[in-house]
C-alpha cells in the first residue's frame, strides 16, 4: 500500500487500485498527516475489491489473436502528446499490429513537425486533406490491413497490454463486432479537470470495472434493437438502456471494431465528430450503428488508455457545451440515416429528457449552487467527490438545442467537401 498524506501538493487523492497488472476499483480519499488513516480505507477497499472482483480470463494463445491496425488520426496540434502515444504504440505487446498515424490536417504548415515526429519509427502514414475526425478515421480503414481496426486520440496514452486486451476479448466472445475499454485519468493537476472527473466520470459517468457484453433487445416491431442489456460474464443482466446510451460504456479514445462490421456501416460519418460543426458523436454513432444492427459490443475493463482532460475551466466549458451539440447532432444524423430512430426517439425522448434532468440536478445538487467565478479553488490534485460548479453543469445541457442546427450545417459542408469545394480549415 503507498503512504498517502496530505502535503504542499493537495489533501485528496484518487486511487486507482489494480490487481495482476490491471485496474479494478476507485476510491476518493481525503487526506491526512497520518498515513494509516489513508491505509485503512485501502486496505477495506481491496478486501472489498477482492471479493467481488471476477476471475481473471484464461490467457489466449499468440496465433489465436486477430491481426490489428491501430488509427490515430490527428490535426498535429498535440505534438509532445503525439509523440509519447507512438513511443507506446509501436511497442505493444502484441504479435501482429500496425499503427497508421492519419494525417488529417487541411492545410500543412512550412515548418511541418510531423516529419520528424515519424522519423525512424515504423509507423504508416496516411494523408486526408479532407476536414474532420471522421474523415481521418475513414481513410485510416481504408489503409487498414488488419482483420480488427482499434482507434484512440492522439492526447491519449495507452497501457502497454491494451491491444492484447482488445484482441483478446475478440478472441473468446467470437460473436462480438466491437471492443471497448476503460478510460483513466492521466492527471488531475487543475481545477477543471478535477470538475470533469466529477461531473463525468471522466467520459461515462459511474465508471465500472466489470465486463460486459452488450446486447440489443431483439423485438418485434419499432423498438427492434432499440433497448439493449449489459450482460455480466455469469449470464446476470446488469442494466438495460436505450442503444443512445451506449456512451456509458464506450467512447473514441478507447474502441475497435471489426473491419468486416465498419465496411458494412459505411465508416464514420463525416457530418459528425471533432473538426465538423458538429463538433462531436461520431463514435457513439458507430456503437449505436452496431447494435442497431444487431451486433454485441463487448467491455472490457482490462483495456485500459489514459486521457489527459482539459486543463482550463474555459477548455472544459467549451468541451461539455459541445458533448451536448454532438448529441443531439447525433441523433439527428440516425434520424437520416433510418427513420424508425424516428419513431423509436418520439418513446424514448421523454423518458431520456427526465434521466438527463435527473444527472444535471444531481451535479447540481453536488456542486450546491457553486459558480466557477465565485468558488473557491479547489485543492488539487482533488477527489471526484469535489464539488462541481453550476454553470458547468449546466453547459452540456445548453448545448442541446444548437445540435440540429450544428448538424444541417455539417451536412451541407460535407457536400460542398464532396463536391470538391473548398470549406474553411
Known sequence: MPALVADATGADALVVGHRDGYPVCTAALTLTDDPS??????????????????????????????????????????????????????????????????????????????????????????????????????????????????????????????????????????????VSGVI????????????????????????????????????????????????????????????????????????????????AVGGFDPTLGAGSPARGGEDLAMFVETLWRGGRIGFEPRAVVHHRHRRTVAELRAQLHGNGVGFSALLCALVAGDRRHLAVLARLVPLAATAKARGAADALFRGRGADHRQAATPTVPAAPSTPVPRSLALHELRGFPAGPSAWFRSRRRWRRVEAGRSVGG
Open 37 to 178: 488513516d489513508a491505509a485503512r480505507v485501502l486496505t477495506a477497499l481491496a478486501a472489498a475489491s477482492h471479493g467481488s472482483a471476477a476471475p481473471a480470463p484464461a490467457p489466449v494463445d499468440d496465433h489465436d489473436l486477430p491481426s490489428v491496425s491501430v488509427v490515430v488520426s490527428t490535426v498535429v496540434d498535440r505534438v509532445e502528446d503525439l509523440d509519447r502515444l507512438l513511443d507506446v504504440l509501436e511497442h505493444l505487446d502484441y504479435p501482429e499490429h500496425e499503427v497508421l498515424v492519419v494525417d488529417n490536417r487541411v492545410r500543412v504548415p512550412a515548418d511541418d513537425p510531423l516529419p520528424a515526429l515519424l522519423a525512424e519509427r515504423a509507423v504508416r502514414l496516411v494523408e486526408e486533406r479532407r476536414p474532420g475526425l471522421s474523415a481521418g478515421r475513414n481513410a485510416g480503414i481504408a489503409a487498414a490491413r488488419g482483420e480488427v481496426v482499434a482507434f484512440t486520440d492522439d492526447d491519449v496514452r495507452v497501457d502497454q497490454r491494451w491491444l492484447r486486451a482488445l484482441g483478446e476479448r475478440f478472441v473468446r466472445e467470437p460473436g462480438l463486432d466491437a
Open 184 to 263: 483513466l485519468p492521466t492527471e488531475l493537476e487543475t481545477p477543471a479537470q478535477v470538475w470533469y472527473e466529477a461531473y463525468y466520470g471522466g467520459f461515462s459517468g459511474e465508471r465500472s470495472f466489470e465486463p460486459v457484453t452488450i446486447t440489443p433487445d431483439d423485438v418485434p416491431g419499432a423498438m427492434r434493437f432499440a433497448r439493449a442489456a449489459a450482460v455480466s460474464p455469469d449470464g446476470t443482466v446488469r442494466r438495460r438502456f436505450p442503444v443512445y446510451g451506449i456512451g456509458a460504456y464506450g467512447a473514441g479514445a478507447n474502441m475497435a471494431f471489426r473491419r468486416t462490421l465498419l465496411e
